[in-house]
């Protein structure tokens, strides 16, 4: 059972550019987070999706960030016209359900350097 | 105030110290506590849940205190493949999906 996969893995993009990220969920999980860890910080909440929803996407910055989990197919997280402050490693988690007690696995990250 | 708090460290001990590390979270309502370990530029791996009556798992043993809003992770005989960063997470109360990460504890275990 593979685990949750991300790719790239790295991304390099030049200022005002648009970066795609994409994670294929744990076999069996419909549910699906992306964290933002900026260097020397911790991980930071973005989106919840399940398949086709949105449930939560409070984390999310207001402009240029948005991200879908269409039926099928992986999870997309995409930024628009990217800048500097956005090269971080951007993490994509997955869980079989959306409990308080339902372990979330993480890929391997994809690490997003904007020139 | 951050809202999960964590002594950043590094913490620099030899093998078979115990260590234990400390985490404070702001909200009193948070319902779900977790530690991860994240070694260097690699995911968070879920080492444990913390439980009310505290747990144990192996050399790692986890607590908590809700009346001190206080979690704490010790571990014993440790070893060299221990060095990573822990990370303090707990649930944001009324949202069970969102989990709020402490900047992590780092550890060095030494030979």
């Known amino acids: 059972n593979a685990g949750v996969m991300q790719n790239p893995r790295h991304l390099v993009r030049r200022r005002g550019q648009e970066a795609r990220l994409r994670c294929s969920p744990m076999?069996?999980?419909?549910?699906v987070y992306w964290y933002r860890q900026l260097p020397e910080e911790g991980l930071k909440f973005m989106v919840y999706?399940?398949?086709?929803?949105?449930?939560?996407e409070s984390g999310m910055p207001k402009e240029r960030f948005s991200a879908e989990f269409p039926k099928e197919g992986p999870s997309i997280l995409r930024i628009q016209q990217v800048v500097r402050g956005d090269s971080a490693a951007y993490f994509c988690?997955?869980?079989?359900?959306?409990?308080?007690?339902?372990?979330?696995?993480f890929g391997p990250g994809t690490r997003l350097t904007v020139l | 105030r951050k809202e999960v708090e964590q002594d950043p460290g590094p913490f620099n001990v030899p093998e078979g110290a115990t260590v234990a590390f400390n985490c404070t979270y702001s909200?009193?309502?948070?319902?779900?506590f977790f530690w991860y370990r994240q070694d260097c530029r690699k995911e968070p791996k879920l080492l444990m849940s913390?439980?009310?009556?505290?747990n144990e798992d192996g050399r790692f043993t986890a607590q908590l205190n809700r009346a001190s809003q206080y979690i704490s992770l010790l571990i014993r005989d440790s070893k060299l493949s221990d060095s990573a960063t822990y990370l303090c997470?707990?649930?944001?109360?009324?949202?069970?999906?969102?989990?709020?990460w402490g900047l992590g504890t780092s550890l060095a275990v030494n030979p």
């Open positions: 909200n009193s309502a948070s319902q779900s």
């Open positions: 997470v707990v649930n944001r109360a009324g949202n069970n999906r969102k989990l709020i």
């Open positions: 913390v439980y009310s009556s505290g």
């Open positions: 076999k069996g999980h419909s549910h």
């Open positions: 999706l399940q398949k086709e929803n949105i449930i939560d």
């Open positions: 988690a997955s869980s079989p359900g959306g409990g308080p007690t339902d372990t979330q696995y």
